[in-house]
């Protein structure tokens, strides 16, 4: 079953997708699976592991099951000093 999601993009992924927000209709089942199909895509560089999500202002796991009309955060590490 395909559904709508809203994915918002910061820092390095923003820089490597080239914009903030992809309104995207898909047929994946959960966050993680969601990342994977957008590193493929769009050439990530960060691996899985490293970054965050966050399913309609909470944080979640990678095994979170999308459902229609969520926004979905993808975070990279930060870092500074």
């Known amino acids: 079953?395909?559904?709508?999601?809203?994915v918002r993009y910061f820092?390095?992924?923003?820089?490597?997708?080239?914009?903030?927000?992809?309104e995207l209709d898909t047929s994946v089942?959960?966050?993680g699976e969601l990342y994977d199909a957008l590193e493929a895509k769009y050439g990530f560089s960060?691996?899985?592991?490293?970054?965050?999500?966050a399913v309609n202002g909470r944080?979640?796991?990678?095994?979170?099951?999308?459902?229609?009309?969520?926004?979905?955060?993808?975070l990279p590490p930060v870092a500074g000093g």
């Open 1 to 6: 079953m395909t559904k709508h999601v809203r």
């Open 29 to 31: 089942h959960t966050s």
């Open 59 to 74: 944080l979640v796991t990678r095994e979170t099951v999308l459902n229609d009309g969520d926004e979905v955060v993808f």
């Open 46 to 53: 960060l691996p899985r592991h490293l970054v965050g999500v």
């Open 11 to 22: 820092a390095v992924l923003r820089e490597e997708r080239g914009r903030d927000v992809d």
